[in-house]
Every structure is written in structure tokens, then in C-alpha cells.
């Protein structure tokens, strides 16, 4: 881990150090998460943020690299039709927390508007999962804490976005390619070995 840490390091500083012009600033938007669960009666959308800081190097004229540390809410909303592993069924909210460590590569074709595209890398900090009784009652279902969870998670990008006088805006998806449950444990049971997927909207402001 530390040798990869160092190795990121120093690749960051060899691009950096030949960028054209450097920028850092501020970011934030809404997140529209979901975990795909089969076997359910409905599971819906969830909504939460992420808000963080970025680093943007221009490396040529149409081409940057952004790496970013956002804190972003994720999770889902989903509904069992029978007993839920012996916990009982209805509506449980699944909250999930990370830092989120997305590298961007950012193209600007034509104008103020960018592609992006890249890889990042999850640290997951808390974990909530709520039993939503019919009448409005939340219970913390405290048999699916942080432990039952995968401590990392990593997957890949995309997004489209334009840049304007003191900021930008953009849209980007994450699609997650490990399991958010650890394997074996009851939080993979709940999940059936769902992976993260979230849509964001956002807005960067430089410093």
C-alpha cells in the first residue's frame, strides 16, 4: 500500500510538473444512488451529496487531468417481499459513506464543454441500514454494521460538463466493479453481491 501511495505520488508531481496551468477549487452536488438487488419486490433510488476538493492540471491545450477527495453518501432504498433473513420484511434504507479518490482525464473538444473519464478508489467510512416500518418508524438494523461491509471499493467514470466564468458543471456516472458486501458475510446476503452505482450532478468553484 505504501509503495503504491509513493508511486501515485510521484507520477501526480511528473505530470504536474509540465502542466501548461494548475488549478484547485471546491466541488460539490447531489448524488442519485442504487444497488441493484435481485429478487426484491422494489428497490428504489437514493439521494444524498458529495462535496469535496479537486486538483486540475492542464497538460496540453485540450487535455487535463483532475484528481479529486470527495465525501459522498451512497446507498438504496429497497423493499423485501418475504422475511429478510430472519430480520423480518418491509423497507430498509441502506446509507452508506465513503471518500471517494477519482482521477479524471478531462477533453475539451470544442468550446467550454469536456468529456471525462477515469478510474477511482473508495474508502467506506460509515455504515446505517434502517428497517422502515409502514408507519413511518425507523429501527438501525444493527446486525448489518460497517464490519460486514468491504472496506474498499473501486470501479470507473464517465461524464460530460461545461465550464463557465468562475466554475463549472457537470454530470458524471460511477459505476462500482467490487461487491459492497464482504463475501460470505450477511451484508453480501442482504446485498446479493451488489455493486455501487451512482449519478451525479455537480458544481466546482475554483479557489
Known amino acids: 500500500m505504501k509503495n503504491t501511495i509513493l508511486a ?3 507520477l501526480m508531481m511528473f505530470i504536474t510538473s509540465g502542466a501548461l496551468a494548475q488549478d484547485a477549487g471546491l466541488k460539490g452536488g ?3 444512488s442504487n444497488l441493484y438487488v ?14 469535496g476538493v479537486y486538483y486540475k492540471a492542464q497538460l496540453v491545450k485540450q487535455f487535463s487531468i483532475q484528481p479529486e477527495i470527495l465525501y459522498s453518501l451512497k446507498g438504496a432504498e429497497v423493499i423485501y417481499d418475504d422475511t429478510f433473513l430472519g430480520l ?3 423497507k430498509y434504507r441502506f446509507n452508506l459513506s465513503y471518500v471517494d479518490v477519482p482521477v479524471a482525464l478531462k477533453v475539451n473538444p470544442v468550446g467550454n464543454f469536456y468529456f471525462e473519464a477515469g478510474p477511482y478508489v473508495s474508502l467506506l467510512t460509515s455504515v446505517k441500514v434502517k428497517r422502515i416500518d409502514s408507519d413511518g418508524t425507523k429501527e438501525v438494523v444493527s446486525e448489518l454494521d460497517r ?3 468491504n472496506t474498499f471499493d473501486y470501479g470507473v467514470f464517465g461524464g460530460v460538463g461545461f465550464n463557465f466564468t468562475g466554475g ?3 454530470v458524471r456516472y460511477n459505476y462500482g466493479l467490487q461487491e459492497i458486501g464482504e463475501s460470505g458475510s450477511l451484508a453480501a446476503e442482504a446485498t446479493e453481491n451488489s455493486k455501487n452505482s451512482v449519478l451525479q450532478v455537480f458544481m466546482s468553484i475554483p479557489f
Open 8 to 10: 501515485t505520488s510521484l
Open 30 to 32: 447531489l448524488n442519485f
Open 38 to 51: 435481485d429478487d426484491v419486490d422494489d428497490e428504489n433510488m437514493k439521494v444524498g451529496f458529495n462535496a
Open 88 to 90: 423480518g420484511n418491509g
Open 147 to 149: 464490519d460486514k461491509f
Open 168 to 170: 463549472s458543471l457537470g
